[in-house]
């Protein structure tokens, strides 16, 4: 499982190259707009649960999407789908 976040400010980044002795610029128009989050499970088959929710995830709803949308496709161990990994959890 991973969480990913979007925002218009994805693609801006905060450091850059530029000559010697020079600051990198970049000008930018400023838009936060909408933050869509995405929370997916995946397993060697695919995606076996996805939710995505505007805004920023909360540990209950992360906590409800894992109990209510992953744990009941996992089998007991040994079997397929029998051990969840978490990114940064």
Do not use: H, W
């Amino acid at each position: 499982m991973d969480e990913v976040s979007k925002d218009e400010r994805t693609l801006s980044r905060g450091y850059g190259y530029s000559l010697k002795n020079t600051f990198a610029i970049k000008k930018n128009v400023f838009v936060r707009g909408v933050r869509y989050t995405i929370l997916p499970a995946f397993s060697l088959q695919g995606i076996i649960a996805v939710d995505i929710m505007e805004g920023s995830c909360i540990k209950e709803i992360f906590k409800n999407f894992v109990i209510s949308n992953v744990v009941p496709q996992m089998n007991s161990y040994s079997g397929e789908q029998s051990v969840l990994v978490l990114d940064n959890a």
